[in-house]
């Protein structure tokens, strides 16, 4: 878990704007879409805390929650959106209703495992709204929920347009429909999503939320960084699948062939599964770390 903004304890006394979210380019731009709208249309001093986490599990945004709290206290007023990740058991929320209900819950997330309507009817929490589209990612959910909330405020607007093309492209690497695009004629997305994961790996964490935050009204300024981290990030890669490609450990498992391989790098694991799938090399690739 990274703490990725927190605010200086003389704030402490504010109203709460808590986020817990994943720590991949999707997280981190979700999280970016929702600093940079309460900031912008809420128009008041907050007490921020923005904490991300590469375990996109339950029980670590359970975890994440419990460490908001026990730093300051939940208190009425608070708002905390969880993105990109799983949202918190059923039997958690239950076990902490006096405390959760004191604050307003946000759930912006598109994984098919947490869809809200296969949790939340069995919560007695009442404050908990949701947005979840297993057709979107958690960047566009997060611009979409606030449009849903301020569609009719003059300030959205100018918010919308610094930051649509960027969830979109986001999306595309994130839902992994860039893999549909033509390389020539889309070539501006198609290098936009492969960037943008590069960035965010090349970057790291803490500094990929940093950049955006700092460029939330003009991100195409980003492309220099996007373009240099793409090159960087692709470079080290075709080196890295030289030696570690062959490292395979075979299986038949019925009518699938299946490759496993143990301590790979988890920042190529997704370009590199679908290179092997492209290739048709296996119909069933698995990382063991
Ligand atoms: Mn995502």
Known sequence: MEILKMSTKNKKHLPKRIIVTHSDADGLTAATVVQGAVEKLENKEFYWLVL???????TETEKMLDFANNLIPFQFGDKIFICDRANPSVEYLNMNQATLEKTQIVFIDHHITNNPELWIKRTKLKNISTIWSDEESGATLALQWFKEQYNFDEKFESLYS??????EIVKLWDIFTWTKLDKDEDSEKYFGALGINAMEKVLGKKFFYKKINENMNDLSKLNDLLEMSYEIYMDDYKDY?????KKALNYKFGRYFIKIYYDFDQKYQSLFSYDIFEEDEADIVAFVT
């Open 52 to 58: 991300s986490s590469s375990n996109p599990t339950g």
């Open 162 to 167: 610094s930051f649509y093309k960027f969830t």
């Open 241 to 245: 699948c030289k030696i570690s490609r």
